[in-house]
């Protein structure tokens, strides 16, 4: 049960990481002009895989065997 609980945390917290990081980068200059709802589902998608992807790059780390 504390498994769930390090790895749910561990994915909260590198999202909160992507989500404040993914604000640094100028999407404006690779977008259409208009385009409002589609960038928010780019920013979105973008968002959780980077999450997904470092999250798991320290939980394997965490849980090597």
């Known amino acids: 049960m504390a498994q769930f609980y390090v790895r749910a945390g561990i994915y909260a917290v590198m999202f909160l990481l992507s989500f404040f990081s993914m604000g640094a980068l100028d999407f404006s200059r690779f977008l259409k002009q208009g385009h409002t709802l ?5 920013y ?4 959780l895989a980077l999450a997904y ?6 939980l394997s780390f965490i849980y090597m065997q």
């Open 38 to 42: 589609q960038a928010q589902i780019l």
């Open 53 to 58: 992807l470092s999250g798991s790059f320290i």
């Open 44 to 47: 979105a998608i973008l968002v």
